[in-house]
């Protein structure tokens, strides 16, 4: 006697496959593997939103693959880091006003923009004292708000009296950040860091260089030149 095969029927295999999906889920495995890599995956279909937050992290970035093309319009800004200035990118050299006395020297040299950020104005004169034949190299802070704080060759750490802070009416000569003079044929060259803090939130630190020459060295002018001039440099943090 011949044993028959019966072959399942359909509503038998719609319950296989039903309890397969239900033990399994939806996914289809790869044929020949059991990893899925990039190009298993379809163009677009990993979005932002199906990234888990601090899922991507430094280890998991190839060397030099986020490059400057790939970082959005505006994605880092002064809130997201902070700026690095190099006054001038080297240095700035000015040629000295003269005056009859200091004052009258310092109120008539122009100013030299270095740097501004916020309420805060950074900028350099030179000028000569003809009188005392020396050169000066001075950098000033300057703000549009009152109630400002700095610290420099002047302080103005803010305090009771209203001249305790910077503000806007802050004489010239008593918010200097940075300074050098030169007398006769000779020149100078010093270094100065301060601070500065502004209303709007603005903070700076800053390291100036200055270098003031006055008449002609006898072992040769060097990057100066000829002349009565004053050298800038320096950094901004902030």
Known sequence: MKSQTRRP???????FIALAVAITGTATALPGKN??????????????????????????IAKNAVTTGKIAGNAVNDR??????????????????????????????????LFSKGQARI????????????????????TSANGAVMEGEDDHPGGNAAANFLNTNT????RVLAQETATGNDAGYNEAEWALAFPDGTGLTGQDVVGAKNGNLAGGNGLYGSGNVCLFQGSILG
Do not use: H, M, W
């Open 171 to 174: 004489l010239e000569v008593d």
């Open 123 to 142: 900028y350099a004169k030179c000028f000569r004292d003809t009188g005392t034949d020396t050169t000066f190299a001075e950098v000033y802070a300057q």
């Open 80 to 113: 997201k880091i902070s700026d690095y200035e190099l006054v001038g990118g080297s240095y700035v050299l000015v040629n000295a006003t003269n005056g009859a006395t200091a004052a009258a020297a310092r109120t008539a040299a122009p100013e030299t923009e």
């Open 9 to 15: 029927s359909a509503s038998l295999v719609i319950s």
């Open 35 to 60: 990893t899925v890599d990039s190009g298993d995956i379809k163009k677009k279909a990993v979005t932002t939103k199906k990234i888990r937050k601090g899922a991507v992290t430094e280890p998991k």
